[in-house]
């Protein structure tokens, strides 16, 4: 009897790493926004006469051009669950999650072979997403570095 791999089990799909890069972005800069108010933003930014300055303040990064698929799901409750695991620095800064803490979950979950290297891709993606977005919000404003002699 032939042993169908983590992929067939739970629908892994070998899609585009950007979509899921895509989707994932715009789920992080979703996820510090008013629900309300970014829907109302949305609708007004969707009406035909609607003013550039509306459309930038709904959009900042440019309309997502696709909706998010049912596979990046699989991703995103994997990152969500060891996203913590990883190494903070005393004076702030996130490093990236380990690869024992993706190997751990990875085998936890049935994925090896094949399966865990795409896994593992997939996921290095959406760490390297979040990682950047950290790395942004926690910038200083330019205004509060004080000047170099």
Known sequence: MRRHGFAHRRR???????????????????????????????ELAAEEDAEDWVIKAAFPA??????????HRLYWQAWEAIRFDRFYGAMGGEGPIPYMVIRTYADDH?????????FRAFLK?????????????????????????
């Open 12 to 42: 892994v799909r070998r899609g585009s790493g950007k979509k899921l890069l895509e989707a994932f972005r715009d789920r992080i800069w979703r996820e510090g926004l008013d629900p309300e108010r970014q829907d109302w933003l949305e």
């Open 62 to 71: 440019g309309r997502i051009e696709f909706e998010p698929e049912p596979w």
């Open 110 to 118: 049935g994925i090896s072979g094949d399966d865990f290297k795409l």
């Open 125 to 149: 993606i959406l760490d390297d997403a979040w990682l950047l977005h950290v790395a942004k919000r926690d910038r200083p404003p330019p205004e509060s570095v004080p000047p170099s002699s």
